[in-house]
């Protein structure tokens, strides 16, 4: 009587392995970065939805002249309803016109639309601006400390240290009064410097784990420039965390403008922003409601659409085991 074991070790030839010894390897599919990207964003309907959002905005931003239903610095009837007309001769041909505010009119007789189609200009230029400010200088400490490390490192770092511990909107307010003024400049700056801090970290904790990588160490070797070193090879590998903060820091730039614009502190009085328009309403809240009102739901709806995309893309950039271990 053969046994059991037997009957079954005589089913497979030489060098056959039994099908619950052998081991199934799913090998994914390598995607590149933009495939990533691409699936990510369109996969997310958040995502989705703030990259529309942001689309919009630019180009309001970018064809404001031609978008604008009236000239920005029109004049119409006072504190107008949402949905009324204005009737006058507003443009001095001696005849009667009869205009609509969709938006209603501020405490100025501006049309609320108009000011918020100009003011996202404002908002948009602050906010790339400031973000060029703070990615190059914020990028360059970083870079420094990480790659050299030592007292370079300790240097800079306690630098950035004493930056973070005052809050952004103190820190910007301080800047513009050491620097004698109003203006679009000068808000660029306090808030620019006063984010410097948030890319400096980022990109050292990047840095600090590619400066071992075995390409850097054979740069190193052939003699390339440290220099060379940190733009040619380390930056590139470590610009996908910096998209994802420029995303996140553009929304917080707009809300540092409002916030500065609100306070008187921000671009001067004559210039359509959200914060301005939104600080010159809060006198009449109670019976124009919608002076503040219209504003603030342009900057909250701005600010979530770059904070949903902002997610999106940090997904995306997110690389599962899977697909390292297919590289």
Do not use: C
């Not at 119409?76 to 016109?97: A, H, I, N, R, V």
């Not at 948009?124 to 050299?148: D, E, K, N, Q, S």
Request: hydrophobic share 50%.
């Amino acid at each position: 009587m053969s046994s059991g074991f037997g009957e079954n070790r005589g089913t497979y030839g030489p060098g056959e392995v039994p099908p619950e010894y052998e081991e199934s390897e799913a090998v994914e599919e390598f995607k590149s970065t933009r495939q990533r990207l691409v699936e990510g964003i369109l996969g997310d309907r958040m995502a989705l939805f703030g990259a529309v959002v942001i689309v919009l905005f630019v180009l309001t931003a970018a064809f404001a002249p031609y978008l604008a239903p009236y000239g920005e610095e029109q004049t119409f009837g006072f504190m107008k309803e949402p949905g009324t007309y204005s009737q006058g001769d507003f443009d001095g041909d001696g005849e009667l016109e009869r205009v609509f505010h969709p938006l209603g009119t501020d405490s100025f007789g501006h049309d609320i639309l108009t000011r918020l189609i100009y003011g996202a200009q404002v908002s948009l230029l602050v906010a790339l601006a400031t973000l060029a400010v703070a990615f190059t200088f914020g990028t360059t400490i970083g870079i420094l400390a990480g790659y050299h490390g030592g007292w370079i490192d300790s240097l800079l770092m306690r630098y950035v240290d004493f930056q973070w511990a005052f809050p952004e909107l103190i820190l910007g307010v301080a800047i513009i009064a050491l620097s004698g003024g109003l203006g679009v400049v000068n808000v660029v700056i306090a808030i620019g410097i006063a984010y410097i801090d948030d890319f400096a970290r980022l990109i050292r904790g990047e840095v600090l784990s590619i400066r071992e990588e075995e390409y850097i160490m054979a740069a190193q070797t052939v003699g390339m420039s440290d220099v060379r070193i940190m733009v040619k090879e380390i930056l590139p590998n470590a610009v996908a965390p910096l998209i994802v903060q420029a995303t996140l820091m553009l929304p917080l730039a707009i809300l540092a403008e409002a916030g500065l614009s609100f306070l008187g502190l921000g671009v001067k009085p004559t210039t359509p922003t959200w914060g301005l328009l939104l600080s010159d309403g809060r006198q009449f809240i109670s019976e124009a409601w919608w002076i503040s009102v219209m504003p603030g739901l342009a900057i909250m709806v701005t600010v979530l659409a770059f904070n949903m995309f902002g997610d999106g893309l940090r997904d995306a950039f997110d690389i599962d085991e899977g697909e390292v271990e297919a590289r």
